[in-house]
C-alpha cells in the first residue's frame, strides 16, 4: 500500500540529467528526454564513476583489451579499475533493486554505462564491441528491467514504447 500512487522509478546516468559529473566536469544534458521522463517517472541518478569515489574532475578511463579479457583501465596512469568497479556496480545495482526501479536509460559510449557498442582499445586500434561495466552489471542481475541508451529514445515513438514497457514492468513488479 506504501508505494500506491507513486510513478514508476527509472534509473538514469546522471550526466544526461544536467549533473556536472563527467570526467572533465561537464555534463551530458538531453533536456527533451529529461523533461519528457520527468513528467512520466521518478528518476533515480546515478554517476557510478563518482560513486565510486573517482572524483570530478578526473582522469579518464577507457575499455582495454588486455590477455583476452576486457578491462576498464585508467587512460593515463594504466590503473586497473575493473574489480573495483563491478564489484561497485553489484552492490549498486541490487540497492537499485531495492528501490523498485522499472527501468534505466543509459548513457551511450561510456566505459562505465554504455550498453553496446562501446569502444575498446586492442592491439592500438578502438573496436566497438565493448558494453559498460556498470550496465553489465545492470544487465546482469535484472535481465528483466527496460533499459535503453538515451540516444535510442530520441524518437517519439521509441520512447513512447519504452515508458509503456517501464509501466508493464511496474505493474508486474507490484503484483
Ligand atoms: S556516463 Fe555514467 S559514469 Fe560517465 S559521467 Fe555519465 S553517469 Fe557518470
Known amino acids: 500500500m506504501r508505494e500506491k500512487g507513486r510513478l514508476p522509478r527509472v534509473g538514469i546516468s546522471a550526466c544526461l540529467l544536467g549533473q556536472e559529473v563527467r570526467w572533465d566536469g561537464r555534463h551530458k544534458l538531453d533536456a527533451p528526454l529529461a523533461e519528457r521522463l520527468a513528467r512520466e517517472v521518478e528518476l533515480v541518478p546515478v554517476c557510478p564513476e563518482v560513486e565510486l569515489g573517482l572524483g ?55 566505459p562505465s554505462c554504455g550498453k553496446e557498442a562501446v569502444p575498446v582499445l586492442e592491439d592500438g586500434r578502438e573496436e566497438k564491441t565493448g558494453r559498460g561495466f556498470f550496465a553489465r552489471a545492470l544487465l546482469e542481475l535484472l535481465p528483466d528491467l527496460p533499459v535503453e541508451e538515451s540516444e535510442s529514445l530520441g524518437e ?5 514504447v519504452f515508458l509503456e514497457r517501464v509501466r508493464s514492468h511496474e505493474a508486474r513488479r507490484r503484483g
Do not use: H, N, Q
Not at 563491478?86 to 527501468?103: E, T
Not at 517519439?156 to 513512447?160: D, E, G, N, R
Open 56 to 110: 570530478v574532475p578526473r582522469e579518464p578511463i577507457r575499455l582495454e583489451r588486455r590477455s583476452g579479457e576486457t578491462r576498464l583501465v585508467a587512460v593515463e596512469s594504466g590503473r586497473d579499475l575493473t574489480a573495483s568497479m563491478l564489484s561497485f556496480a553489484r552492490s549498486r545495482v541490487r540497492d537499485l533493486s531495492a528501490l523498485g526501479l522499472s527501468g534505466y536509460v543509459l548513457k551511450a559510449r561510456s
Open 156 to 160: 517519439p515513438a521509441a520512447l513512447l
